[in-house]
């Protein structure tokens, strides 16, 4: 019991510091229960309160329905697998982006996401839905605890992480690796 108090705690904590919706676990289910209030920046964004970040419009998709991206969307378990293990295998560059429709955060960075995977043609954007039923085990073993997540690929291995919305950041982390 006090240790699922503590992990809440910290995934709280974190999420709060990050500006992310934390994504909490309970211990004796297999489902996600998220928070009744949403995340400050969720809130600050729906009252446009922060009318000093560039406008982006929602009806921007990241699907490759909507026209051409490098985005591919990771739609199981199995698929997220045998994609991870390709791109160990092959030693390839690639991005792994976990999101979620009904997060602030996410709708906000994902139209930046599909600029840089058009950007850097050469590294892979993998697009992963975390309320897919079919990719919960997944999101335990690499302990997403939070959205907007994303996991960076350099030669097959992970060098890099980035939990929440930071544009900036993300633009740092993808020009010193894939330039």
């Known amino acids: 019991m006090a240790r699922n108090w503590l992990f809440r705690s910290l995934t709280l904590r974190h999420a709060i510091k990050n500006r992310v919706r934390p994504i909490?676990?309970?211990?004796?289910?297999?489902?996600?229960?998220?928070?009744?209030?949403?995340?400050?920046?969720?809130?600050?964004i729906?009252?446009?309160?922060?009318?000093?970040?560039p406008s982006f419009?929602?009806?921007?998709?990241?699907s490759s329905a909507a026209g051409p991206s490098d985005v591919v969307l990771v739609n199981s378990e199995e698929e997220f697998n045998k994609i991870l293990t390709k791109v160990r295998d092959d030693s390839s560059h690639a991005i792994f982006y976990f999101t979620a429709v009904w997060c602030g955060p996410c709708r906000f960075i994902t139209p930046i996401v599909?600029?840089?995977?058009k950007k850097y043609p050469h590294v892979t954007t993998y697009k992963i839905d975390i309320d897919q039923e079919a990719i919960q085990g997944t999101l335990g073993k690499l302990q997403i605890t939070s959205v907007p997540t994303l996991h960076f690929f350099q030669n097959g291995k992970k060098v890099d992480e980035l939990i929440g919305a930071d544009v900036t950041r993300l633009n740092n982390i993808t020009e010193k690796l894939f330039k």
């Open 24 to 44: 909490l676990f309970h211990a004796h289910h297999r489902f996600l229960s998220l928070p009744s209030k949403p995340s400050l920046f969720a809130t600050a």
């Open 46 to 53: 729906a009252s446009s309160q922060l009318s000093f970040l």
């Open 57 to 62: 419009h929602h009806s921007r998709s990241l």
């Open 114 to 117: 599909g600029e840089l995977s």
